[in-house]
T-cell receptor
Framework: EDQVTQSPEALRLQEGESSSLNCSYT??????LFWYRQDPGKGPEFLFT???AGEEKEKERLKATLTKKESFLHITAPKPEDSATYLC??????????FGTGTRLKVLA | EAGVAQSPRYKIIEKRQSVAFWCNPI?????LYWYQQILGQGPKLLIQ????????DSQLPKDRFSAERLKGVDSTLKIQPAKLEDSAVYLC??????????FGPGTRLTVL
């Protein structure tokens, strides 16, 4: 069964304290892995797409990486405005989108 | 470029009543999705359209939920009759094919 698991569920960081969020997946063929950011009361906002193991994407303080079993979202020197829920989604070989439950990030000033 | 529009933003109904949500995707996006997001969880796909046709509705509770996408543009999602467990945010998203999705602001449904 296709499955996406994100950890940790919640993370509190001090401003400037770097960390990583994990997305583990089990799918029948991977067509793409997506990272989204969701602010309270809003729909998810697209961040990155990764297609193959070894691929990396960067945007400001965020860097996403992909292996055959998991993806990491690295946050370098986070700021309070990076506080949000980060969602991982997998597009499987059977053309199904499966979202993880997300990591709620809180960055303290 | 205008984003995905949804209405209403909020809806409160009694159980066993019916409710409908509307979505207008980004112009030119052939793929449209409806998701249900329960508080503290990730979005759960309810139905996926490619133009007018349904690609995946395997997780749509078809005894009470229905959706249509007329003329390959706007879409409506209906619940009839609603249950308490339908309380959630209903998100609409659109995409060019199977690329990244663009989400609307969602409709927060409360069933009393």
């Amino acid at each position: 069964e296709d499955q996406v698991t994100q950890s940790p569920e919640a993370l509190r960081l001090q401003e400037g304290e770097s960390s990583s969020l994990n997305c583990s997946y089990t799918v029948s063929g991977l067509r793409g892995l997506f990272w989204y950011r969701q602010d309270p009361g809003k729909g998810p906002e697209f961040l990155f797409t990764l297609y193959s193991a070894g691929e990396e994407k960067e945007k400001e303080r965020l860097k996403a990486t992909l292996t055959k079993k998991e993806s990491f979202l690295h946050i370098t020197a986070p700021k309070p405005e990076d506080s949000a829920t980060y969602l991982c989604a997998v597009f499987s070989g059977t053309y199904k989108y499966i979202f993880g439950t997300g990591t709620r990030l809180k960055v303290l000033a | 470029e205008a984003g995905v529009a949804q209405s209403p933003r909020y809806k409160i109904i009694e159980k066993r009543q019916s409710v409908a949500f509307w979505c207008n995707p980004i112009s030119g996006h052939a793929t449209l999705y409806w998701y249900q997001q329960i508080l503290g969880q990730g979005p759960k796909l309810l139905i996926q359209f490619q133009n007018n046709g349904v690609v995946d509705d395997s997780q749509l509770p078809k005894d009470r939920f229905s959706a249509e996408r007329l003329k390959g543009v706007d879409s409506t999602l209906k619940i009839q009759p609603a249950k308490l467990e339908d309380s959630a945010v209903y998100l609409c998203a659109s995409a060019r094919g199977y690329s990244e999705q663009f989400f609307g602001p969602g409709t927060r449904l409360t069933v009393l």
